[in-house]
């Protein structure tokens, strides 16, 4: 996991936008719809993994309502 | 080139509004560096959970003691009963929970409130994940902070002493807290010490981990000098990231709030008055018309929000 891999050295950005929520319903994160097993990952995995969590983060989205729970995260 | 990190530490990256989370892995047991935010909290359990894989969370850490390196802390002790350390120096504040000196009512964030078990002093070695790291000294973006660095493996986490494009906001500067001029010179003596140490790859607090250091230590000291010669532009930046970094946190306001929220801020009230001469109305304009331009923020249907868009 955190050895040497077929990057290019063109690492794709984390898709985290910090509303950092789990959804119970889903198991996906209400902000980057990734799985736990896909954020806590995230930092050791292979550049080629990175693009499969982001291609399977757009048509999760696309499952989803993109504006559902968007301003939903107010605490105070 | 991606870092190639020892086997015994994973890196969780997390994003702006939390810290990166760094687990080293100890046998049984593990040891975590930096908890991100309280309003993370939650998902920084179910993270570190799933990173310890059954072991046992002895050992916390914090870099620094900003919220939103030690907002995990509480639910993280109640849940594991690790033992945090925190650098020497910051343990009255946390002893006494001193919110204006952890800049907590300064910038309204917030923190759970936790207890400390010991000190990392600098110049300290310590064993994480089996390596050897020793503590720095780090002052500038806190005037506290520590750097922890492996020399065998060349690794350095940095916090937020240094990030792949610069570094994080010199309050004591910009708050007034230091004599003038004192914050940035430590700032400056920080990055030759960051220089001066055989580093290979960066853990940084925020971002992904790098090894391109010579890069980012060169755009720090040019970040570094635009400030020296342009104190004014240091409380700009800071408004910007800081009023960006609870929005994060509060999740949408009101365009129509925006004024009396900046005026409900010590930091941004004392900012405006006092740096940048404008009041609280002229702010909010300022404010919305640089963060829209650089889309740290989006106006949807009369709200400010977060810039959502992965």
Redesign the interface.
């Known amino acids: 996991m ?4 077929d ?1 290019t ?1 063109d ?1 794709p ?10 959804d119970d319903e889903t198991g996906l ?1 209400k ?2 719809f990734r799985t ?2 896909e ?2 990952g ?3 995995a292979s ?1 080629r993994d990175k693009r499969v969590v982001i291609e399977a ?1 757009r048509l999760r989205r696309e499952m989803h309502d993109p504006d559902a729970d ?7 | 080139m991606k870092p190639c990190l020892p086997a015994s530490l994973r890196v969780i990256e997390r994003g702006w509004l939390s810290s990166n989370n760094i687990l080293f892995l100890e046998g049984g047991s593990a040891t975590l560096v930096d908890s991100g935010y309280v309003g993370h909290a939650a998902q920084t359990q179910a993270l570190v959970a799933q990173r310890l894989g059954g072991r046992h969370l002895e050992r916390l850490i914090n870099t620094h003691s900003h919220s939103d390196h030690i907002g995990g802390n509480a639910a993280l002790q109640a849940a594991h009963g690790c033992e945090i350390f925190i650098p020497a120096g910051i343990e009255e504040h946390i002893t006494d929970w001193n919110e204006e000196a952890l800049l907590l009512s300064v910038a309204k964030q917030r923190v759970d409130r936790f207890r400390h078990d010991g000190l990392i002093r600098a110049g300290e070695m310590i064993e994480m994940g089996g390596l050897p790291w020793r503590a720095h000294h780090a002052p500038g973006h806190d005037m506290e902070a520590l750097v922890f660095h492996c020399p065998t493996e060349k690794l350095l986490i940095s916090g937020d002493a240094l990030w792949q494009d610069g570094f994080g906001i010199i309050f004591a500067e910009i708050l007034g807290l230091a004599e003038p001029g004192a914050a940035l010179q430590a700032t400056r003596q920080t990055l030759d010490r960051i220089a001066s140490l055989d580093v290979r790859t960066v853990i940084p607090g925020h971002g992904a981990p790098f090894i391109d250091v010579e890069d980012a230590l060169e755009r720090a000291y040019k970040r570094l000098a635009a400030f020296e010669q342009d104190p004014a532009r240091m409380s700009r930046n800071a408004i910007k990231a800081c009023f960006t970094f609870n929005l994060l946190d509060l999740g949408a306001l009101p365009a129509a709030d925006l004024a009396a929220y900046l005026q409900s801020v010590p930091l941004f009230r004392d900012l405006a008055q006092r740096v940048l001469e404008m009041d609280a109305e002229a702010l909010a304009t300022w404010l919305t018309s640089e963060l829209l331009r650089a889309g740290a923020i989006a106006l949807e249907n009369g709200t400010l929000v977060p810039r959502r868009a992965a």
Do not use: F, H, K, V
Request: proline share 3%; charged share 15%.
């Open positions: 955190n050895g040497a891999d990057c050295g690492e950005a984390s898709p985290c936008i910090g509303l950092c929520q789990m994160c902000g980057c736990l097993e954020i806590a995230w930092s050791g550049e983060n968007m301003n939903c995260n107010c605490e105070d």
